[in-house]
């Protein structure tokens, strides 16, 4: 088995299983190497070098994971145990003051730092006659505790270190010189442990006090480090912060208005993780990296960050939210997350704490501000004239990229949505860290998805039930009255979902990386190509709602053609099945309402050449789906088949001969207006069909009494150049029945007169 499929047998184990080999303490690289490499080609070596890459980038990315698994309980031991530390301190003093007590008591000698001296006459006469009995070496004694205690009490730290560090010395140094007794190294060893003590709790003590700051701070801390107590140390230091810390919040006072707010929060954020610096600084300086205290001061750090989060979102960010006020709670996240920024040289990453405290808190003036877009769309539908203009001085262009873009003519509520939209995506745009850029696009459909429910609810007798139009909440829209108006309520759908969301949109997408990181380029490469599914998936759900409101338009239309306004249905089979039993031929000509809907089509098609100008696709969809939809409901009439099939008279040659004129015709006009889809050209194939298998039933054979298909489309020709004002019939002879000798010259001659 050559190297490669080796690899990719490993490659379906799990990563646990891949990396076993290289954990056993038997394991021998040079002799893998070699397993691996015997008669290996250069293609073999390069996948194994390959491989090999790849196992090294896993066994990061697992160190990583483990790092960040354990990271929480690695703080939490790291406290524990700084914390036992100090107990065991605190507890080797305690014993080694009792020891000296009690060495003490049975020697019958109390230390003099120990004892508070004699209180009586009698005491002091003998404590007197005592210390004239003093050898040379215990009055030195005597003399060197007095020293300190008056370093002690005139608060000169250095020189009373300095003196315990001689008295340090001397007890090391008695080990081999013996220059002291054993009792009077023993009374020194157990004064220094109280005086020790005693410059600790002093030092601890100016610690806390407000005008101990800077340089002065780091001396007193770096003395009880020196004295032995490192943990209380590290502890002072960050409590003496943190007062500091409070005593600047209290000048600080927050206001609810948007530039009070920022105000405070700047102000606020700049304190806090100032703070926070000067600690780590602080702490770095006197305690170098050292992971009991590191760990400590992130603990620390975390905490005050959380105290902070939740201050600001009680004081600036719960009312903003509610109110809908994005921005603002766009505008003090941005400011948190550059104070927070810079301690990122430091080592505190403390960015994801904020964005936990504060996403619920943006997430509601989110779903706020999307409500607000809903209701405000639908206040201006109520008002809306839906006549398409330009957009009103002074308000954003909706292009700064590309100045081919014309600017779009819409209705006052179309331009005020998107106006409001454009400021919603602005406003998420540098919230990255909270991964609302999902969310958002999801959120934008939705309110538009209810914008088109009120343009669907502008189109008069509209059949969609409140059910069916979710989000409108039953408002009323001013009715879109005349074609024009009409036809204006899915150019604001189009234009909107074809081009002025999609570019709003485009501010979600990741900005040019030539100001960040260069490790962080190909990420931002690869999250840019991974979201490209969802934003196509998200466009086709934007045209889905324009599908909606041109389905709607092009129902309503249909009916108005095949309905009277009383509700009769003008496209019955009476129209064809009557003719059969007229003693003369007709005039053959399309039907009238055929010749109507052919009209309303070219007026229609007008209308969308103005107003879709630079779209004309979406003007040829629009057009095709209305012809379609006025042949599919002939195709699918199950009474008017009934009808021309059962009878009580059933179709006959001359209505079969207007039918096949009148599908004719349609295809004629529907091929030359461009919007003849294959869909309609297959259903009107089959309808006709359908007719022909109904005079066939009657006995008769259909094909004998149909003209040749030529003669229906010039008919049809000729119908549309009179109904459009290109011929009229005084140039034409009238008779145009397919069996009469003069039919083609007659048509030629209109023809020819049309051409000129």
């Not at 014309?406 to 540098?430: C, R, Y």
Request: some cysteine.
């Amino acid at each position: 088995m050559s190297i490669g499929d080796s690899a990719e047998l490993e490659s379906k184990l799990s990563l646990s299983d891949r990396l076993k080999e290289f954990k056993s303490s038997q394991f021998d690289p040079d002799a893998y190497l070699m397993s691996k490499c015997h008669a290996m080609t250069e293609k073999d070596i390069k996948h194994a070098s390959s491989h090999l890459m790849d196992l090294r980038k896993a066994s990061a990315e697992e160190m990583r994971k483990s790092v960040y698994a354990n990271y929480t309980a690695f703080i939490r031991t790291s406290k524990e145990i700084t914390v036992l530390e100090g107990e065991l301190l605190s507890m080797r003093n305690l014993l080694s003051t009792q020891a000296a007590l009690v060495h003490g008591l049975a020697e019958g000698i109390i230390p003099d730092s120990l004892s508070t001296g004699p209180e009586d006459p009698e005491e002091e006469d003998i404590y007197d006659v005592e210390s004239t009995k003093l050898t040379k070496t215990d009055k030195w004694f005597v003399e060197y505790l007095d020293n300190i205690e008056v370093l002690l009490a005139e608060k000169r730290v250095e020189e009373a270190m300095a003196a315990l560090d001689e008295g340090e010395q001397l007890a090391k140094e008695n080990k081999s010189k013996h220059t002291l007794s054993p009792d009077t190294l023993l009374k020194l060893k157990n004064a220094l442990t109280v005086l020790r003590q005693k410059l600790v709790d002093q030092l601890a003590e100016a610690t806390s006090q407000p005008f101990t700051r800077g340089a002065e701070l780091r001396s007193a801390i770096l003395a009880i480090k020196k004295l032995g107590d490192g943990p209380r140390a590290h502890t002072l230091l960050l409590n003496s912060h943190q007062q500091a810390l409070q005593r600047g919040m209290q000048s600080l006072h927050p206001s609810s208005t948007s530039h009070g707010g920022s105000a405070f929060s700047s102000g606020l954020s700049q304190l806090v993780f100032s703070t926070i610096a000067q600690a780590a600084s602080d702490s770095l300086a006197v305690f170098g990296e050292e992971p009991a205290y590191s760990s400590e001061l992130v603990t620390w750090a975390v905490k005050q960050t959380e105290a902070f989060a939740l201050l600001l979102k009680r004081h600036v960010l719960a009312s903003s939210a509610a109110a809908g006020g994005l921005r603002v709670a766009t505008e003090c996240i941005q400011i948190c997350l550059g104070h927070c920024s810079l301690l990122e040289a430091r080592g505190l990453s403390l960015s994801p704490v904020l964005m936990r405290l504060f996403k619920p808190s943006v997430e509601m003036a989110f779903s706020a501000n999307l409500k607000r877009i809903e209701q405000c769309s639908a206040a201006l539908a109520a008002a809306d004239d839906w006549v398409l203009t330009y957009a009103p001085v002074g308000s954003r262009p909706f292009s700064s990229t590309s100045v081919s873009i014309s600017q779009p003519k819409l209705s006052s509520s179309a331009h005020k949505f998107i106006s409001m939209v454009q400021d919603f995506l602005e406003d998420v745009g540098p919230l990255e860290s909270l991964q609302l850029d999902g969310p958002a696009l999801e959120g934008v459909l939705r309110v538009f998805d209810s914008y088109v429910n009120l343009l669907i609810n502008a189109l008069p007798g509209s059949t969609e039930t409140e059910e069916q139009l979710e989000g409108t909440g039953g408002k009323i829209v001013r009715v879109a009255e005349n074609e024009t108006q009409q036809m204006a309520l899915l150019a604001n759908a189009s234009l909107l979902a074809d081009e002025l969301l999609p570019r709003a949109a485009m501010k979600l997408l990741p900005l040019s990386q030539s100001n960040n990181r260069v490790d962080a380029t190909p990420r931002r490469g690869s999250d840019k190509q991974s979201r490209l599914p969802e934003q196509r998936e998200w466009k086709r759900k934007l045209q889905r709602s324009v599908e909606r409101l041109r389905d709607s338009f092009c129902r309503i239309h249909a009916l108005e053609i095949i309905f009277t306004e009383d509700g009769d249905v003008r496209l019955n089979s009476q129209i064809y099945i009557s003719l059969d039993g007229n003693a003369e031929e007709p005039e053959w000509f399309p039907s009238p309402i055929f010749q109507e809907f052919f009209e309303k089509l070219t007026r229609m098609a007008s209308i969308a050449t103005d107003m879709f100008a630079g779209r004309e696709r979406f003007a040829t969809i629009l057009l095709m789906r209305f012809t379609e939809t006025v042949i599919l409901w002939l195709s699918d009439d199950q009474p008017f088949w009934e009808e021309i099939e059962r009878g009580p008279t059933p179709l006959g040659p001359l209505g079969l001969q207007q039918f096949y004129l009148d599908m004719e015709f349609v295809m004629i006009f529907a091929s030359q207006g461009r919007y003849l889809s294959r869909n309609l050209q297959q259903v009107i194939k089959t309808i006709i069909e359908r007719a022909i298998e109904a005079v066939t039933e009657t006995g008769i054979d259909p094909y004998s009494v149909l003209p040749e298909d030529d003669w229906f489309a010039e008919v049809a020709q000729i119908a549309i150049k009179m109904l459009t004002g290109k011929a009229n019939f005084s140039n034409m002879d009238r008779d145009t029945s397919p069996t009469a000798s003069v039919s083609a010259k007659s048509i030629s001659s209109v023809l020819s007169h049309g051409s000129n």
